[in-house]
């Protein structure tokens, strides 16, 4: 009963290519999330959706553009991938008025070689 | 300046021992603070909130200085399973979470 799930859980590519990163949560929450955690384990939000709408868009290269379908899922895809990109990539989902508490997915490890 | 301040660590203990880690924020205009924690390779999960008369959860005890700016974690009679990272957390807007890097703590027999 996985409430809320990244695939892949390891990404391994190399430089220019373009990637994917699905997730799925299953709370019936209205907000996602997407995190990146660098080398140094520090951990900052790129992008939060609430009801498919686009809220929070950090300071990201473009190269980077979510898409969610449905409240259910946020998408992530990378375009021409870079060695910096290498981290790791939380999804995260949360429930008004409680977005404090944020509920994180696995984590997808992607290595850019 | 960093928004959230962190000592690194790692703390490394013996069992039963009390631990307490600091945290400072930058941003006077924060609303709510949190403590998380994140397990070796595995994702954070929030472990409690921080409220300004401080609180407690069991062995856990945070404090909240809004004049300081600082945020305490206390462990009392430290476990094995403690072992882990503990990330400070700042709640900027609705629904933007600042981390802090975290401290690292090893619990050991």
């Known amino acids: 009963d996985t409430a809320v799930s990244q695939t892949p859980k390891y990404l391994v590519t190399q430089m220019g290519n373009d990637k994917s990163i699905k997730c799925e949560q299953n709370?019936?929450?209205?907000?996602m999330y997407w995190y990146k955690q660098d080398s140094k384990k520090f951990l900052k939000i790129m992008f939060s959706?609430?009801?498919?709408?686009?809220?929070i868009n950090e300071t990201v290269p473009n190269r980077f553009s979510p898409k969610s379908p449905d409240k259910a899922h946020l998408n992530l895809h990378i375009n021409s991938l870079e060695l910096g990109d290498s981290a790791v990539y939380f999804c995260?989902?949360?429930?008004?008025?409680?977005?404090?508490?944020?509920?994180f997915g696995p984590g997808t490890r992607l290595t850019v070689t | 300046r960093k928004e959230v301040e962190q000592d690194p660590g790692p703390f490394n203990v013996p069992e039963g021992a009390t631990v307490a880690f600091n945290c400072t924020y930058s941003?006077?205009?924060?609303?709510?603070f949190f403590w998380y924690r994140q397990d070796c390779r595995k994702e954070p999960k929030l472990l409690m909130s921080?409220?300004?008369s401080g609180n407690e959860d069991g062995r856990f005890t945070a404090q909240l200085n809004r004049a300081s700016q600082y945020i305490s974690l206390l462990i009392r009679d430290s476990k094995l399973s403690d072992s882990a990272t503990y990330l400070c957390?700042?709640?900027?807007?609705?629904?933007?979470?600042?981390f802090g890097t975290g401290t690292r703590l090893q619990v050991f027999p």
């Open positions: 921080v409220y300004s």
């Open positions: 959706y609430n009801n498919k709408e686009l809220i």
């Open positions: 709370l019936g929450h209205d907000t």
């Open positions: 995260a989902s949360s429930q008004v008025p409680k977005n404090y508490e944020q509920y």
């Open positions: 941003n006077s205009a924060s609303q709510s």
């Open positions: 957390v700042v709640n900027i807007a609705t629904d933007k979470l600042i």
